[in-house]
């Protein structure tokens, strides 16, 4: 991952990925409340110039940005200073390209001006937080465009060594050595989840698995663990789709919030949307 940098002082990266869908189709995805909150984190968006942008990543932690450039269903940009107190404004840009067979690349660039390399780790860590996102995307166009979402979001620690804490955490779901293309069911011990392994990711930094589920209800998980300093911050997320998403969140939370956090303790919880 490289910060392209251009003489103006304009510092960019960029992402892409090729989803199933008409531009219209993929439009009402990553450019409305309902549709971004279907993939990513609980949003809202006001498509207009001058509209507001609001993700909600957690308790006090919204990013917020202003539209600037509206042009439905292939473009848009939002400006607003997602990188914290002090950090110069941000640029995020949205295009939706179509391709044949009903499919679109869909690509964001995040940009900023600045004289230094201060914001650049920043700017990287955006740009590799978006392939994992992207997964569920792909996913929710495929199998569950156009339904509403709830999102059950847990969070923990573990002093143990990444692969421990990765053993610690997939084997009880029935996920020890995944491989894509697996169907898996976690043991009587752990909450309910069934479900195929859609994509496996495995290296030296950080452990993850993408599932297409079917227990608690039907969606998509995720599973990722990552070291943070001296811990490893371990992150589940459960996107389940349909009207009786809510009514799954609410009966599968209690046992997966006491579950995580009988392993890895501080927990961050529920999200609805």
């Avoid at 006090?60 to 539209?67: F, I, P, R, S, Y």
């Avoid at 990287?124 to 465009?145: D, K, M, Q, T, V």
Wanted: hydrophobic share 45%; glycine share 10%.
């Amino acid at each position: 991952m490289t910060v392209k940098k251009e003489a103006s002082g304009r510092r960019s990266v960029q992402v892409e990925v090729e989803v199933p869908g008409t531009p219209e189709q993929v439009w009402e995805a990553i450019a409305t409340g309902p549709g971004i909150s279907a993939w990513f984190v609980p949003s809202e968006v006001e498509g207009r110039v001058g509209g507001a942008v609001v993700s909600h990543f957690g308790p006090g932690m919204d990013a917020k940005a202003t539209v600037t450039v509206w042009e439905a269903p292939h473009r848009f940009v939002a400006e607003g200073e997602a990188m914290g107190p002090n950090a110069p404004s941000i640029a995020t840009e949205w295009i939706v390209e179509a391709r044949s067979g009903d499919t679109c690349v869909v690509r964001v660039v995040h940009s900023l001006f600045a004289s230094t390399d201060d914001w650049d780790d920043q700017l990287n860590s955006i740009e590799a937080g978006w392939p994992g996102f992207f997964r569920i995307l792909r996913l929710y166009l495929a199998h569950f465009r156009g339904q509403p979402c709830s999102i059950l979001s847990l969070m923990g620690t573990s002093p143990e060594a990444l692969a421990e804490a990765w053993e610690k955490l997939t084997g009880p779901l029935g996920l020890a050595n995944a491989a894509q293309g697996q169907r898996t069911s976690a043991l009587p011990e752990a909450p309910p989840l069934a479900g195929s392994v859609e994509s496996v990711e495995t290296n030296p930094q950080i452990r993850g698995l993408v599932l297409r589920i079917d227990s608690p209800a039907l969606g998509v998980a995720t599973l990722g663990a990552f070291p943070m300093g001296e811990q490893v911050q371990i992150v589940v997320q459960l996107y389940l789709y349909g009207e009786q998403a809510p009514a799954a969140v609410a009966r599968a939370e209690p046992a997966w919030r006491a579950w995580m956090n009988s392993r890895f303790p501080m927990i961050m919880g529920g999200l609805a949307c």
